[in-house]
Each structure stands twice: as structure tokens, then as C-alpha cells.
């Protein structure tokens, strides 16, 4: 079964905001966007708007839709919604207790993130080189 989840670049002044999966999850102890699945008959933009809010305490103003990348782990198939939000209100924090930083671009591939969120971390080190 397929598990669709939705996950946004959060992003500020040339850095994105990211949060360490606890060990207890699936992946854990490697660094993802926020976000989280979407519910039965929920989009994936939505899906982004309250996981967002749940997670780390931010309301979304504006987020683009960048892709969709289908996975399969082994052990658990996920399609990944991505998206970039550029506007939001309130101040990113770990609502869950996570742990969190905000990380300068150019310097997002040196963090260890899953396998299906290689894709978007390049897509995103690109788009730094295309501000330069």
C-alpha cells in the first residue's frame, strides 16, 4: 500500500528550516522537511497546511508545488509531495519536541536525509545556485 506524504522546504533568507526524525520512527535519526501523510481524501497541499501547524507551529501563507517522487523502502512504498514555502506567520520551532536548525543551503547536502528525499534536497542546492 501506498502511504502519501506531503513535506515542505521551509524557507527564509537562503536557508530552509529542518527537523530530526526521532529514532522510534521509520528513517529515523536522519534530518527531513516537515510534513507528514496526508489523511483519506486529504490533498496534499492541505495535508502540508496542517501537518505544518501541527508540527512546527507555523500558518502557511503561500507554497508552490515542486514534485512527486514514488519510493519503495522495502518495507514501506511512500509517494512524496514536495513543496517550497516561502510565506508563512509565527516562528518555526519543534512543536513535538523534535530537534530543529535552520541550515544555509549551500550547505543542505551535508546532512543525511531518506533515500526518496535526495531528489528535492538536489532540486534545492539548485535553485541556491541559480540566486548566485
Not at 527531513?32 to 496534499?44: H, T
Not at 502540508?48 to 523502502?73: C, N
Request: net charge negative; glycine share 10%; hydrophobic share 40%.
Amino acid at each position: 500500500m501506498m502511504i502519501h506524504v506531503a513535506a515542505g522546504a521551509i524557507i527564509r533568507d537562503g536557508s530552509i528550516f529542518i527537523a530530526l526524525r526521532s529514532s522510534e520512527k521509520h528513517q529515523g535519526g536522519l534530518w527531513e522537511f516537515p510534513g507528514g501523510k496526508c489523511e483519506m481524501y486529504e490533498l496534499p497541499d492541505a495535508a502540508l497546511i496542517r501537518e505544518l501547524k501541527e508540527e512546527v507551529g507555523i500558518d502557511v501563507i503561500s507554497l508552490q508545488s515542486v514534485f512527486s517522487v514514488d519510493h519503495d523502502y522495502g518495507d514501506k512504498k511512500v509517494c512524496l509531495h514536495f513543496f517550497v514555502v516561502d510565506q508563512f506567520s509565527g516562528e518555526p520551532h519543534g512543536a513535538e519536541g523534535q530537534k530543529v536548525q535552520w541550515v544555509s543551503i549551500k550547505k543542505l547536502i551535508n546532512y543525511s536525509f531518506p533515500k526518496a528525499n535526495e531528489g528535492f534536497v538536489a532540486f534545492l542546492s539548485g535553485l541556491y545556485d541559480l540566486k548566485e
